[in-house]
């Protein structure tokens, strides 16, 4: 997949080819590398088998393999087209996931790089995930002076998500995207409804206001940890008397009660959404397990990458750098997450300690 990649150094005095040096940026990140100068340190300590094994360069003089220096690392991913390598990931992502469940269920989310500043501004990248595995197969930049809402399309345009669902925040609860969504991609959405959309906010609320005072809920789940206990209720009605989105099918309320380990309540939430997947595919208890689903996005993939790689702290603004050590970790979590791994952290520990253990993640 990196092979595929066009080169955009002058062929005149390359020592090391592009597909080497983006493969061993790759096992660098897995190791646990969070910027450039990372990156160079753990490029010269990989050991002799494995710089073979990528294809690196050999130097008959000194009788070893050569890993690309930080410089080469640094002018390599800051001169790459992002984009381009945004695309070739979210391809051979997609492709892979393919092996798992027939049905996807996709969480559409942002995230803003805050380090990552430059003449433009800041850096935002919107992204597709996978809800089963926590892998994202699809990411776009958000373009300077708009926002993530724009950019539904151009990540979506590749992929065949007949039969998906796809869930998103309340800035996608509009006419745009529910449109399509349902027409053009021929999917399916689960989105919340806030005071963003003030009039359909109105007629959902007169809608499952008879059932959540009523009626007893549909769906219910139940939680301890972290010193409480929350119970989720969950109520669903059919989207009918303005509820003015296309393909909209149904309605859902569902209540969050938290309370501490003696049952003394602490805090009630409420949260409204609509999906356009009708009761025959989509019952109380799948609805409330794919709203809760997306909610997850934020410890899966953001928590992550800003807790093991620091993310957020890594200040790179030179060229498309910031972008592409985004995908690089992006890549990195994913091919763990591929793995079945749970525990991120200690697993790119592990990996740091020995280069090796890397290679079960990229030859799959």
């Known amino acids: 997949m990196l092979a595929q990649l066009s080169d955009p150094r002058r062929p005149r005095g390359v020592r090391h080819p592009l597909v080497v040096v983006l493969a061993i940026a790759v096992i660098a990140t897995l190791a646990g590398a969070r910027n450039y100068r990372e990156l160079g340190d753990q490029a010269a300590d990989l050991p002799q088998d494995l710089l073979w094994l990528l294809g690196a360069r050999y130097c008959p003089q000194r009788r070893r393999y050569l890993a690309p220096s930080g410089s080469t690392l640094y002018r390599v991913l800051t001169g790459i087209d992002a984009q381009e390598l945004d695309r070739h990931v979210g391809a051979w992502l997609r492709q892979h996931a393919q092996a798992g469940p027939t049905e996807w269920v996709l969480a559409l989310d942002g995230k803003v790089l805050r380090g990552a500043w430059n003449d433009d501004g800041e850096l935002t990248l919107f992204s597709a995930m996978l809800h089963q595995s926590g892998t994202v197969i699809g990411q776009v930049r958000v373009p300077a002076h708009t926002t993530e809402t724009t950019q539904v399309a151009p990540l979506l345009e590749a992929m065949d998500l007949a039969g998906a669902l796809i869930t998103a925040d309340a800035a996608h609860t509009n006419m745009a995207t529910a449109r399509y969504l349902v027409e053009d991609k021929k999917a399916d959405y689960l989105v919340p409804i806030k005071g963003n959309q003030p009039h359909l906010q109105a007629a959902a609320v007169e809608a499952v206001r008879p059932l959540v005072v009523g009626t007893s809920p549909h769906h219910v789940a139940t939680e301890r940890g972290h010193g409480r206990i929350s119970r989720w209720s969950t109520w669903v009605t059919p989207a009918v008397g303005g509820i003015d989105l296309p393909g909209a099918a149904q309605l859902a309320c569902i209540r969050r009660d938290v309370a501490d380990i003696d049952g003394q309540a602490l805090r009630k939430e409420f949260a409204l959404l609509v999906t356009s997947r009708g009761p025959d595919r989509l019952d109380a208890a799948g609805l409330a397990r794919h709203a ?43 091919l763990l997450r591929r793995a079945g791994i749970k525990q991120i952290t200690r697993a790119v520990q592990r990996i740091a300690r020995d280069p090796m253990r890397a290679l079960a993640l990229i030859a799959t």
């Open 292 to 334: 809760r689903g997306h909610w997850g996005i934020e410890n899966l993939e953001h928590r992550c990458r800003d807790v093991t790689w620091g993310e957020d702290d890594h200040q790179a603004y030179t060229g498309g750098g910031p972008h592409v050590m985004a995908i690089l970790r992006n890549l990195a979590l994913s």
